[in-house]
């Protein structure tokens, strides 16, 4: 399967995120033709900016909001496939800039799809929102792709939206199942790993920690999150991409991508296994936070698994010691980002191969 994306002209927004950042590096690796657009580099330092992505790929800035400069960059690039991850992706955020939350979530999907409802070539579109997209009732079981989109968060609200928006375009432009634009979105849970240095995300905040010595607080100890390395949804939008190729079937399709869900733990477990690995961290629980975050947020990803045949590589132990070993790496032995980045890829995909999982090779 990976050998299908050798020489495909890929488009990816929102590149220089965490998560843009590490499937450019994916596929350039594979030997794809790949195109970034974003606006900006969020954050300082960056794991695009340490591993020189823009030497790589073809790096290009555009507000997506902004749908002239962004179908003209698509009908000039003339993609074979399209990654959609731009987002204003932080929860905290939304509450401060729910605006720009809306607009970027949105209105940069919606861009998006207009800009495709002009295109006339054959492309397929991996349109990526959130497991936050559903509303969230504190249910002990996990959300399937068919239940009830919400967001009590402007966050969750637009990621929501931004689905919609995506299955009304589906029903109204794109509705054939041979149409020669063929689109899915999927939803990813709790996405951690090297190379993340987001504001108010629990693993750059505690690594932000352990490097200066100080103590990280915990504001929601008992949030109980489904937690990945950043290379499990990856894998999943691959092979997805892949599959849409083969079956117009999937064409509209939304499908969750998340964790086995013996690896669902809290906050606080989490901080407790990272400290295993980097010592000298410490943490303070301090419940005193009064922005709504959910307490329980689990994914059913059944689907992927019986439809895709995906499956989820890495146990909790395993991604722990992945992202421990990515920032050791980087801050006291000073390896270079794209080095640590391509073997933790390499090691993943062998982990992969060695557990059966035929859709790496």
Known sequence: ??????????????????????LCLWLNHLGAQVV???DVIPTNPSHFETTCLEDKINDIRCDLTNLNDFEKIINEIEPDLIFHLAAQSLVRKSYTDPVTTFKTNLFGTVNLLESLRKYRKECNVIIITSDKCYENLEWEWGYKETDKLGGADPYSASKATAEIAMQSYVKSFFKDKNNHIKICSVRAGNVIGGGDWAKDRIVPDFIKAWQENNI???RNPKATRPWQ??????????L????????NNLHGEAFNFGPNAKYVTTVEALVKK??????GSKYLIEENDQLYESGLLKLNCDKAINVLGWS??????????FIAEWYDN????????????????????????????????
């Open 1 to 22: 399967m990976l050998s299908y994306f050798k020489n495909k002209k890929i488009l990816i927004t929102g590149h220089t995120g965490f998560k843009g950042s590490w």
């Open 312 to 321: 989820s590589v890495l146990d909790f132990d395993e991604t722990i010691e």
């Open 216 to 218: 990280i607080k915990l």
């Open 274 to 279: 990272l400290s295993l690995y980097l010592t």
């Open 330 to 361: 980087y801050y006291k032995k000073s390896v270079k980002t794209y080095d640590i980045t391509i073997n933790q890829i390499l090691k993943y995909t062998d982990l992969a191969k060695n557990r059966g999982l035929e859709w790496f090779y």
């Open 240 to 247: 997805l991409s892949y599959k849409l190729s083969k079956n």
């Open 36 to 38: 970034g657009v974003s």
């Open 229 to 238: 390395h950043v290379l499990e949804p990856l894998s999943g939008y691959l």
